[in-house]
């Protein structure tokens, strides 16, 4: 085992917690709910407008308080007050990650090298919002004068996920005529088909890129950009329709874009944190600038209890700690993530890059291997749909499978009794997972159906539920901009409570590095234009053939 491995393993919490969990292993929650009747109070925590019930899970008070002691000997607060202090958390590129300064409406100057962020930060919002005024009360029109009716942000990953999501969650509170439009994919029919939808004379392109050197983004925008001179013939319009967030002015300017349409970005934003950034323009380009700065209000109000709040009543610690117990004391490979709300149905993806880009590491801080399991596989979708689709695995499959469930009280779009039926169906997956249903129960079933004792027998095991599937549910008023901002804010920092407990450095991502490497290699070769290189083998060599011998372009 390697060093790293037995300084987390052979902590006395540690060990402490591995036996606690083999007492659980035969427990079924039934039981725990059983045997305390203040379970669901004492398992309910709040903070910053969202609810938290975690009574279905498989911990008793001395396990919650075991992982409560973990956290603690692995100095969670202090790190966390490094992260919230903008100290050089990110190691391997010496810098803070300060997404929490984004949605500080504080003026306590916060210095990074030498530069003032929480200045930096409010002249940027007030650019925002000049610009995004400007174009909403429609004194900033397109080329030919009409209002502007369309953005097209272009960009992927963390300059992708996040605002779509949030622009897909405040549809509500769209202002306007003004639409978002997101194109990511390399593949061209993302580009081809929103252009299809949108008007050139209407439209405005934002690149949204940190480094302004990500291939499909580049590539994309250079599509957007003949499309919109093939239309208008006039370079001088590039001024009016193009911008770009982005940390590197100077290929923002090479590109064409007009310095005075380029919003910054920072080294100390990593991408899957930008989206309180100019990153979140086309969400301000289309709910208005108040309503991005509630959507900042709600984050900040995470931040402040991810601060102050103890740590057995901290949402963000509460949750990060039950996803390590089932990563590494109950083996559970993946983590669910079952918004029940149409509004939150991208939340799954951003989360998706938010965890898997921040926590899949396999060394720590010093570059030693760590021999323990850190990130889960994180997936999920939009209930009631999941529970037509992948629930069944979660309910009667072997593998342990902890869930969030995520709803509102309340609803926009009150027709019915829809709202109260999705309700009921959150419940009722959720108890399904928790209590499952015996062999006994579903024997009477059958006999009540007044089947035959023999197709008693061949069915009833067909019909258990094994239950003691954990659950979260997460739980908010009503999808406003406070409670999606308070709600992203939580899982950021409940990624990075993961990441201190296993020791690795959450705000990196250098695995996604070799395919951009080697991309480069191949895409001559796909072209006909490159020679075989040694940084080959005989599998993507014969594919490359293929594509060659099809005419593949
Ligand atoms: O490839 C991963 C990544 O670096 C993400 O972390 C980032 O959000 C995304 O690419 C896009 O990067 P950029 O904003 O520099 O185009």
Known sequence: MPDTASKLTSKPEWKALERLQQQLLATPMTRLFADDPGRAERYFIEGAGLSLDFSKNRITDDAFNGLLALARSCQLEDRRDALLRGDKVNTTEDRPALHTALRNPGNAAIMVDGVDVVEEVRNTLDRMETFVTSVLEQ??????????????????????????????????????????????????TDICETLKLVNPETTLFLIQSKSFRTQETLENSAVARQWFLDHCGDEAAIATHFLAVTANV??????????????????????RYS?????????????????????????????????????????????GLL???????????????????????????????LDMESNGKSVNEAGDPLGYETGPVIWGGTGSNGQHAYHQLIH???????????????????????????????????????????????????????????????????????????????????????????????????????????????????GVELGKQLGKGILPRLLGEGEQTSDSDSSTDHLIDLFRSAGGQ
């Open 139 to 188: 004194s900033r029109t397109g080329y030919s004068g009409n209002p502007l009716t369309d953005v097209v942000s272009i960009g992927i990953g963390g300059s992708y996920l996040g605002p779509k999501l949030v622009g897909e969650a405040l549809q509500p509170y769209w202002q306007g005529s003004m639409r978002c439009h997101f194109v990511a994919n390399i593949d061209g």
């Open 275 to 319: 989206l309180w950034s100019a990153i979140g323009l086309p969400v301000a380009l289309v709910v208005g600038m108040d309503n991005f700065r509630k959507l900042l209000a709600g984050a900040h109000a995470m931040d402040s209890h991810f601060r102050d709040a103890p740590l057995a009543q901290n949402l963000p610690v509460v949750m």
């Open 250 to 271: 100077a290929d923002a300017e090479a590109f064409g874009i007009d310095a005075d349409n380029v919003f910054p970005m920072w080294d100390w934003v990593g991408g």
């Open 396 to 510: 009667q499959g072997t593998r342990l499978i902890p869930a969030d469930f995520i709803i509102p009280l309340k609803t926009h779009n009150p027709v019915a009794t829809h709202h109260a039926d999705l309700f009921a169906n959150c419940l009722s997956q959720a108890r399904a997972m928790m209590a499952g249903k015996s062999l006994e129960v579903a024997r009477s079933e059958l006999k009540a159906e007044g089947l035959a004792d023999t197709e008693i027998e061949r069915l009833a095991p067909h019909k258990v539920i094994p239950g003691n599937k954990p659950s979260n549910m997460l739980i908010m008023d009503k999808v406003t901009p406070e409670t999606v901002g308070a709600l992203i804010a939580l899982y950021e920092h409940r990624t990075f409570v993961q990441g201190v407990i296993w020791g690795v450095d959450s705000f990196d991502q250098w």
């Open 323 to 353: 996803s390590v117990w089932y990563n590494n004391f109950w083996g559970a490979d993946t983590h669910a993530i079952l918004p029940y709300d149409h509004y939150l149905r991208s939340l799954p993806d951003h989360l998706q890059q």
